[in-house]
């Protein structure tokens, strides 16, 4: 049984970059990608990009320019790190896995981490 | 992007219902479509996948159904424990984008 389980800073200011780490427990790394997703308070989910075991990355494009995942195979870790933050990046951050092999439709996002809330505030 | 929509946003429903909602992709998505149930404060659990597939250990209660544009979430015997917000996901294209969700409440 996968376990996705992730950390990072909770309180920001603007300005500053968030950095948040998901560590995969239980499960094979390869195979998946990896994919950060975040969900501003009382308001519905976004997806923010994700990435391959070997690296291969995706991002949705409004975001690409100030998001940056990564990651780590040797710990099987994948991090994101967001640049210059503002009030508008306030919002829960969920890491989730999806399988990369899309046979039956089975590339959906099947398990998620616990999320972060990450509050931007001066 | 693909931009999908949900109908209806919220809709109350009391103990033992059958409720539908509904999803409509902005373009063909063939059946890459996922379902998804939140609960306040807890992270989205994963319902149905490729459509009409049942995540493992999700109850039979819940079924998907549709392809290409129009899809749809059905539960059956609504319990108090499925009082909750619902989202749809398209994982046709990048990037994956989610329905704005529905909020099921008791009536």
């Known amino acids: 049984q996968v376990q996705l389980q992730q950390w990072g800073a909770g309180l920001m200011k603007p300005s500053e970059t968030l950095s948040l780490t998901c560590a995969v427990y239980?499960?094979?790394?390869?195979?998946?990608?990896w994919t950060w997703i975040r969900q501003p308070p009382g308001k519905g989910l976004e997806w923010i990009g994700e990435i391959s075991h070997s690296g291969r990355t995706n991002y949705n494009a409004p975001l690409k320019s100030r998001f940056t995942i990564s990651v780590d195979t040797s710990k099987n870790q994948f991090s994101l790190k967001l640049k210059s933050v503002t009030a508008a990046d306030t919002a829960v951050y969920y890491c989730?896995?999806?399988?990369?092999?899309?046979?039956?439709?089975?590339?959906?996002?099947?398990?998620w981490g616990q999320g972060t809330l990450v509050t931007v505030s001066s | 992007d693909i931009q999908m929509t949900q109908s209806p946003s919220s809709l109350s429903a009391s103990i033992g219902d059958r409720v539908t909602i509904t999803c409509r992709a902005s373009q063909d998505i063939s059946n890459y479509l996922a379902w998804f149930q939140q609960k306040p404060g807890k992270a989205p659990k994963s319902l149905i996948y490729a459509a009409s597939s049942l995540q493992s250990e999700v109850p039979s209660k819940f079924s998907g159904s549709g392809s290409g544009t129009d899809f749809t979430l059905t539960i059956n015997n609504l319990q108090p424990e499925d009082f909750a917000t619902y989202y749809c996901q398209q994982y046709n294209s990048h990037p994956f984008t989610f329905g704005p969700g529905t909020k099921v409440d008791f009536k």
């Open positions: 239980g499960g094979s790394f390869s195979g998946y990608y």
């Open positions: 989730a896995r999806r399988r990369s092999d899309c046979t039956g439709g089975g590339c959906y996002s099947d398990s």
